[in-house]
């Protein structure tokens, strides 16, 4: 039987392609009568119900074109042989009618090492000739099942099975844990700890500061009963086959302090101009110290020097503002206290300055003279040790150019590091009501033989909680005040603050026991 372009057309609501319409009309009576009704009998009940069964009877159709084809992958073998190690390659597709397939659905797991091209996207592959490739870096056995999507059908699920043999790849040591630098006191325990991937399994050998430390070659590094020779940068280094001159570990820098260590004396030694006030701060915490303060100006002749202030005086204030007392030339019954703590000596009858306060809290010194000249201004712990102690001193003044800079002297007493927190606060002053203050400080720490610690121009957020640790009002953001925490050991040493632009201008500096 023929049927015309015209016949064919009365179906054009079925929606299927032409030659498979044709082969149904042809095998099905009711489809002609239907054809030749025209279009009012399929909005009939009749009608519907034919559509229904024709869609079926297409459906079925459909697949059963779609089982014609045949399902091909490039290894046939199933499973695919494959060896750690060496190149792995695979290919499959749908061949056959009644149309290729558009894209692949895939679940299951790849052997490690190998990938999708195209890469999968929520386990799809956009294409009809998908391939496998990669070096397979484990053994074992491996299913995946893939299914094949296209206009004229969909395929069923094809398992492709891998089976790969060999040894693990080898691959280089790769840190997942680091180890963690510490802050300890004395006889404390610490274990360093790392952990490490690669293969084979990597052995360890443990360092201190670049150097190897004897048995530790495992993962982990204990410490017992640390003491300040313990202190230092560690670092591990991980070797394997893959990685013979081995992997290192980030730096964990492990720091022991002594929890008894503590400030017990601070010196600034500044020119001052006529009419100008060097103001000396010190807070005690615990309880009561006897503080030893001294302003030393005449007594500087002995060391040669001949621009000393020739009358400095001293005057003490509470957190308050209110004056406590004051002296201008010291009594020599002090003698003694000056002895006891390695000061050096007045002349007698000097006009040095030079007072003895028990303190308890947060206090403020003022020196000035009748005059101008270099003044030094200090400030000592005295007496047993005892629980209470200075836990801050600062000094603020006018920074110059040139060798005219801000120079605070300080002492730590102990056995073991104090860690400090040590501050150059210049723009901030202006939030206090500070004028002409030194827009740029730069912080700089040396200890008695001059060599240079550490220093710090612009501080870092990092610092914040530290401020908060010891009572320090904060620092704007980004500000180009200087500020650093660092552990030393007991010592003298020296802070100085100078305009990191050459800049001039009033700046304090602060030093802070660090919890």
Same mark, same amino acid.
């Given at each position: 039987?023929?049927?015309?372009?015209?016949?064919?057309h009365?179906?054009?609501?079925?929606?299927?392609?032409?030659?498979?319409?044709?082969t149904?009309?042809?095998r099905?009576?009711v489809?002609?009568v239907?054809?030749?009704s025209?279009?009012?009998?399929?909005?009939?009940?009749?009608?519907?119900?034919?559509?229904?069964?024709?869609t079926?009877?297409?459906l079925?159709a459909?697949?059963?074109?779609a089982?014609a084809?045949?399902?091909?992958?490039?290894?046939a073998?199933?499973?695919?042989p494959?060896?750690?190690?060496?190149?792995?390659?695979? +290919?499959? *597709?749908y061949t056959?009618? &009644?149309s !290729? @397939?558009q894209?692949f659905?895939?679940?299951?797991t790849?052997p490690? =090492? %190998?990938?999708y091209?195209?890469?999968?996207?929520?386990g799809?592959?956009?294409?009809g000739?998908p391939?496998?490739?990669?070096?397979p870096t484990?053994?074992g056995?491996?299913?995946?099942?893939?299914?094949?999507?296209?206009?004229g059908?969909?395929g069923?699920p094809?398992?492709?099975?891998? +089976?790969? *043999?060999?040894?693990?790849? &080898?691959t !280089? @040591?790769?840190?997942t844990?680091h180890?963690?630098?510490q802050?300890? =006191? %004395?006889?404390?325990?610490?274990t360093l700890a790392?952990?490490?991937?690669?293969?084979?399994?990597p052995?360890y050998?443990?360092?201190?500061?670049?150097?190897?430390i004897?048995?530790?070659?495992?993962?982990?590094l204990?410490?017992?009963?640390?003491?300040?020779?313990?202190?230092g940068?560690?670092?591990?280094?991980?070797?394997n086959a893959s990685a013979p001159?081995?992997?290192?570990s980030?730096?964990?820098?492990?720091?022991?302090?002594?929890?008894n260590?503590?400030?017990n004396?601070?010196?600034v030694?500044?020119?001052?101009?006529?009419?100008?006030t060097?103001?000396?701060?010190?807070?005690?915490?615990?309880?009561?110290?006897?503080?030893?303060v001294?302003?030393?100006?005449?007594?500087l002749a002995?060391?040669?020097?001949?621009?000393?202030?020739t009358?400095?005086r001293?005057?003490?204030?509470?957190?308050?503002?209110?004056?406590?007392?004051s002296?201008?030339?010291?009594p020599?019954?002090?003698?003694a206290?000056f002895?006891?703590?390695?000061?050096?000596?007045?002349p007698?009858?000097?006009?040095?300055?030079?007072f003895?306060?028990?303190?308890?809290?947060?206090y403020?010194?003022q020196?000035?003279?009748?005059?101008?000249?270099?003044?030094l201004?200090?400030?000592y712990?005295?007496g047993?040790?005892t629980?209470?102690?200075m836990?801050?001193?600062?000094?603020?003044?006018?920074?110059?150019?040139?060798?005219?800079?801000?120079?605070?002297?300080?002492?730590?007493?102990?056995?073991?590091?104090?860690?400090?927190?040590?501050?150059?606060v210049?723009?901030?002053l202006?939030?206090?009501?500070?004028?002409?203050?030194l827009?740029d400080p730069?912080?700089?720490?040396?200890?008695?033989?001059?060599?240079?610690l550490i220093e710090?121009?612009?501080?870092?957020g990092s610092?914040?909680?530290?401020?908060?640790a010891?009572?320090?009002?904060?620092?704007?953001a980004?500000?180009?005040?200087?500020?650093?925490?660092?552990?030393?050991?007991?010592?003298?040493?020296?802070a100085?603050?100078?305009?990191?632009?050459g800049?001039?201008?009033?700046?304090?500096?602060?030093?802070?026991?660090?919890?």
């Amino acid at each position: 039987m023929k049927f015309t372009v015209v016949f064919l057309h009365r179906f054009r609501w079925v929606h299927l392609p032409a030659a498979l319409l044709a082969t149904l009309l042809q095998r099905t009576p009711v489809l002609r009568v239907l054809a030749a009704s025209g279009e009012a009998a399929a909005g009939s009940t009749a009608g519907q119900l034919v559509r229904s069964l024709f869609t079926v009877a297409a459906l079925g159709a459909l697949h059963s074109r779609a089982g014609a084809t045949t399902f091909v992958q490039s290894p046939a073998s199933n499973p695919i042989p494959g060896t750690v190690g060496t190149t792995l390659s695979v +290919a499959f *597709t749908y061949t056959g009618t &009644p149309s !290729p @397939p558009q894209y692949f659905a895939v679940t299951g797991t790849l052997p490690p =090492g %190998l990938s999708y091209i195209p890469a999968p996207l929520n386990g799809i592959l956009r294409t009809g000739t998908p391939a496998i490739s990669g070096t397979p870096t484990t053994p074992g056995n491996y299913t995946i099942n893939v299914q094949g999507f296209g206009t004229g059908g969909n395929g069923n699920p094809q398992p492709i099975r891998f +089976a790969i *043999t060999g040894a693990v790849a &080898p691959t !280089p @040591p790769v840190f997942t844990t680091h180890p963690a630098g510490q802050t300890l =006191g %004395l006889g404390a325990n610490v274990t360093l700890a790392v952990a490490v991937t690669g293969s084979p399994a990597p052995t360890y050998q443990w360092r201190k500061n670049g150097n190897a430390i004897l048995g530790a070659t495992a993962a982990t590094l204990a410490l017992s009963n640390v003491q300040p020779a313990d202190s230092g940068d560690y670092t591990v280094v991980a070797i394997n086959a893959s990685a013979p001159a081995g992997v290192t570990s980030a730096i964990a820098t492990l720091t022991v302090v002594d929890p008894n260590a503590r400030l017990n004396n601070l010196s600034v030694r500044t020119a001052m101009a006529s009419g100008q006030t060097l103001i000396v701060g010190v807070v005690v915490s615990d309880g009561t110290r006897d503080i030893l303060v001294r302003a030393a100006g005449p007594a500087l002749a002995a060391f040669g020097l001949t621009t000393a202030m020739t009358d400095p005086r001293l005057e003490l204030y509470d957190s308050s503002t209110t004056l406590v007392l004051s002296n201008d030339n010291w009594p020599p019954a002090m003698a003694a206290a000056f002895a006891s703590v390695g000061a050096f000596p007045f002349p007698a009858g000097s006009r040095d300055a030079a007072f003895v306060r028990s303190l308890n809290a947060a206090y403020s010194i003022q020196a000035r003279g009748t005059g101008a000249g270099v003044v030094l201004v200090e400030a000592y712990d005295t007496g047993a040790v005892t629980t209470a102690r200075m836990v801050n001193v600062s000094a603020r003044n006018r920074v110059g150019s040139g060798d005219d800079l801000l120079i605070a002297g300080f002492n730590i007493t102990g056995v073991g590091p104090k860690r400090l927190l040590i501050r150059a606060v210049g723009p901030k002053l202006g939030a206090f009501g500070v004028t002409g203050v030194l827009t740029d400080p730069k912080l700089e720490i040396y200890n008695t033989d001059g060599v240079k610690l550490i220093e710090n121009d612009n501080w870092t957020g990092s610092l914040a909680a530290a401020f908060t640790a010891v009572g320090a009002f904060g620092l704007d953001a980004n500000s180009r005040d200087a500020a650093l925490v660092t552990a030393l050991p007991p010592g003298s040493y020296t802070a100085q603050v100078r305009g990191a632009d050459g800049g001039t201008g009033e700046a304090l500096i602060e030093i802070y026991e660090v919890p």
